[in-house]
């Protein structure tokens, strides 16, 4: 097909996949003309051949972990190849749902562009950079990418992940500007159309939940033990969990979908009884659908 969407994720997110899977054809009039795809992590063995090797993340070097939350991030950039560097993509993270017609951002002008994304302004010692969790691609402008290459060239050291994930490899006349509306980050608005989820601590379906994910480094004074540690006793000696969304909104929204799911069996209870216990998805997860349901 001509247009498709992929949606990049392991296990941990794989439920949020299928939610989000769901919302972008339940909010398109369009539904017939593009088909969704979800990429799984262990359906690409080139991710877990790196399991325990370091790569260049920024100013470290951090070993490859599978079981982290966030081990699908490559494959943001394997849609160009999957589809022989033909017809446009839509390549969204796990966490992002579809509030509008994604058909609208699959055929928009993209006035020459190789790729559209939106720009995540800057915040306390980050800068402002190209958000890649979003992407519209017109891959017939890619054949330079090659998710697997560029992904074994971050553990030669030839490549780092962060300027990656930013697109600071690509050339800047390239890149086109997404409104921010199409990866709207923890906003949920009338002009909302894709809603993203991209604080991690306050995902709606992780609430009371361990986290689960490799926190930023930001000082290189201590050990990260030792941080680790201390961090521990401010919090009374427990591991960090998930906290509930600010916006109840949004929390409401992921389990009207998650109930449609399950109405539709998309999703089991036998499924989500598993992500239940494996931690993937908070334990109320299945009284909270019932009540949406009711």
């Known amino acids: 097909m001509e247009y498709k969407v992929f949606i ?3 296990d941990e997110q794989y439920l949020g996949a299928l939610v989000a899977a769901h ?3 339940r909010n398109s009039k369009h539904a017939d003309k593009f088909d969704v795809e979800i990429m799984h992590y262990k ?3 080139w991710l877990e051949a790196k399991v325990g090797q370091k790569f260049l993340r920024g100013r470290e070097r951090r070993v490859w972990k599978h079981d982290d939350l966030q081990s699908f991030t490559p494959l943001r950039f394997a849609p160009p190849k999957l589809m022989n560097y033909q017809g446009r993509a839509v390549v969204i993270d796990p966490d992002c749902f579809a509030v509008a017609d994604i058909w609208d951002l699959l055929t928009r002008d993209m006035q020459g562009k190789a790729l559209m994304c939106r720009i995540r302004p800057a915040l306390k ?4 950079y190209r958000a890649s969790s979003v992407m519209l691609l017109d891959n017939t402008k890619l054949h330079h990418w090659d998710a697997e290459k560029t992904f074994n060239e971050l553990f030669e050291f030839k490549k780092d992940y962060m300027k990656w994930v930013k697109l600071e490899y690509e050339p800047d006349d390239t ?3 997404l409104e921010d509306e199409w990866n709207d980050f923890d ?3 009338p002009q909302t159309k894709i809603l993203h989820n991209t604080y991690r601590r306050t995902q709606p379906w992780k609430t009371g939940l361990p986290i689960d994910f490799t926190v930023r480094a930001k000082a290189k004074s201590f050990p990260a033990s030792v941080v680790k540690s201390v961090k521990r006793w401010f919090n009374g000696g427990k591991p960090k969990i998930y906290r509930p969304h600010p916006d109840p909104k949004q929390e409401q929204l992921f389990f009207d979908f998650l109930s449609e799911c399950l109405e539709q069996g998309i999703v089991t209870e036998e499924m989500l009884q598993r992500e239940m216990a494996s931690n993937h998805i908070r334990h109320d997860a299945l009284q909270l659908c019932h009540r ?3």
Do not use: H, I
Request: aromatic residues 4%.
């Open 8 to 10: 990049q994720t392991n």
């Open 23 to 25: 919302a972008l054809k």
């Open 43 to 45: 359906d690409f063995p």
């Open 125 to 128: 010692d980050l800068a402002e």
């Open 175 to 177: 890149v086109g500007t």
């Open 187 to 189: 906003r949920l608005t």
């Open 292 to 294: 949406q349901a009711a």
